[in-house]
């Protein structure tokens, strides 16, 4: 099975790719900036800018548009706020859950959709959970310098130096036995909040010497199949010469809902949510991106867990 997720994790990687400069571009760039050509250089910079700053789901060429639903998940809103009666509210699907599990229901139309980790990787620094961790399963940042990803613009150049880094909060189901089955999303309040901190110190006629872009993605696959996504861009900062620091709250709401689709024997299905801090800083130039919370509340690491369950 971890063959299978890493060939799966690479698929998406390779979706996402279409959403920033291509390897052509970027070796265009490096050519320039070899050859000393920095006037040419920023304007090439600048034109990449205006090309991917506002890339979306829609801009990807070979994703299916039909599996786009960015409805899935809403920002919070004041209605739902005044509704949470506690900061430990529980999944509505969890009460569902837990009367047909606790019932210790054996047979092979029912397997249970369960919370896996969190898992930080690339460029990302902080720890993995496997629990909850101060009432928030996910990231709930304690300790500076955890879940950030530094740039130090470490280049002989004015070419921006890229760095990445992700977190995955993953829900997944082993499926034994083939057919059409139902799964019960995992319902609740997403919490998404941290800062960026840009620093430059160039001038205002030249390009950007440091950038970070926050992106939130919610994943659905089948064996890396993808049934559905949604997500984008959540907050972005870039600065020429200033040195400053932007705050950025991003919560979500996911409603309950369940979702029908087909399945082969001894297949999975995984729910990936992802946060993704992509920072670009050149010599003058330096980036933070800090998530302090992306997660859900929570008592148990079970509180979300659903369950897929046989249609025919």
């Known amino acids: ?176 036995t083939g057919g059409r089955y139902c799964l019960l999303m995992p319902a609740g309040y997403l919490l998404i909040r941290g800062k960026s901190r840009v620093k430059g110190q160039g001038n205002y006629t030249t390009c950007f010497d440091s950038k970070v872009w926050i992106n939130f993605w919610s994943i659905l696959h089948v064996n890396g199949n993808i049934i559905e996504m949604s997500g984008g861009q959540i907050h972005y900062d870039g600065t020429r010469s200033e040195d400053r620091t932007k705050y950025f709250i991003s919560d979500r709401v996911l409603s309950p809902r369940y979702i029908f689709f087909n399945a082969q024997n001894n297949s999975y299905i995984e729910l990936i949510l992802r946060i993704e801090i992509k920072t670009a800083a050149n010599e003058d130039g330096k980036a933070w991106g800090t998530i302090d919370q992306f997660g859900f509340y929570a008592n148990t690491k079970s509180d979300y867990d659903t369950m897929v369950i046989k249609a025919v």
Not at 29 to 35: G, M
Not at 50 to 63: A, H, W
């Open 1 to 176: 099975m971890e063959s299978k997720e890493k060939g799966t994790d690479k698929k998406f990687m390779e979706l996402f790719s279409f959403m920033e400069p291509s390897l052509k571009e970027k070796d265009h760039l490096k050519a320039l900036e070899k050859d000393g050509k920095y006037e040419e250089l920023e304007k090439f910079q600048m034109k990449l800018d205006s090309k991917y700053d506002s890339m979306s789901l829609d801009d990807i060429e070979k994703i299916d548009k039909k599996i786009i639903n960015n409805a899935a998940i809403r920002v919070a809103d004041t209605e739902f706020l005044t509704n949470i009666k506690k900061a430990n509210q529980l999944s509505i699907n969890n009460t569902l859950s837990s009367i047909l599990l606790g019932n210790q229901i054996q047979c092979n139309c029912i397997f249970p959709f369960v919370f896996q980790s969190l898992k930080v990787y690339d460029h990302m620094t902080g720890p993995n959970m496997f629990e909850v961790e101060r009432g928030i399963l996910g990231i709930n940042r304690y300790y500076d310098g955890e879940y950030r990803v530094y740039n130090s613009g470490d280049t002989v150049g004015k070419g921006r130096v890229s760095m990445v880094g992700h977190g995955d909060l993953t829900f997944k189901a082993d499926i034994t």
